[in-house]
């Protein structure tokens, strides 16, 4: 129903900058859209969500340096990445929910690495 593919990591210096992208198909109403990372040995967390219709919200970890936005004629959503810090170093979801029943669907994850 929901399908997210994530693009855009890499290896990169800490000052440095990365662009994530998510093309996402679907056939169900999405209520919210989103940004997740998980570290090595950590929990998933939050990075960047928006709820349709109103403002996006950022880990206070990323306010200032990250942007989420996203292109509707492209059905695609980008997380911009400056000043990135070793800390950030992460696999990073693109997630979508559904706006009727609440699921949580994930892409695949991509790899970044922010070497110091």
């Known amino acids: 129903q929901v399908q997210l593919v994530e693009s855009g990591g890499g290896l990169v210096q800490a000052g440095g900058s990365l662009r994530l992208s998510c093309a996402i198909s679907t056939t169900v109403a999405i209520g919210a859209v989103g940004w997740y990372r998980q570290a090595p040995g950590k929990q998933r967390e939050l990075v960047a969500i928006?709820?349709?219709?109103?403002?996006?919200n950022y880990a206070d970890s990323v306010k200032g340096r990250f942007t989420f936005s996203r292109d509707n004629a492209k059905n695609t959503l980008y997380l911009q990445m400056n000043s990135l810090k070793s800390e950030d170093t992460a696999v990073y979801y693109c997630n979508a929910r559904g706006w009727a029943n609440g699921r949580h669907y994930w892409g695949q994850g991509t790899q970044v690495t922010v070497s110091s």
């Open positions: 928006t709820t349709m219709g109103t403002a996006t």
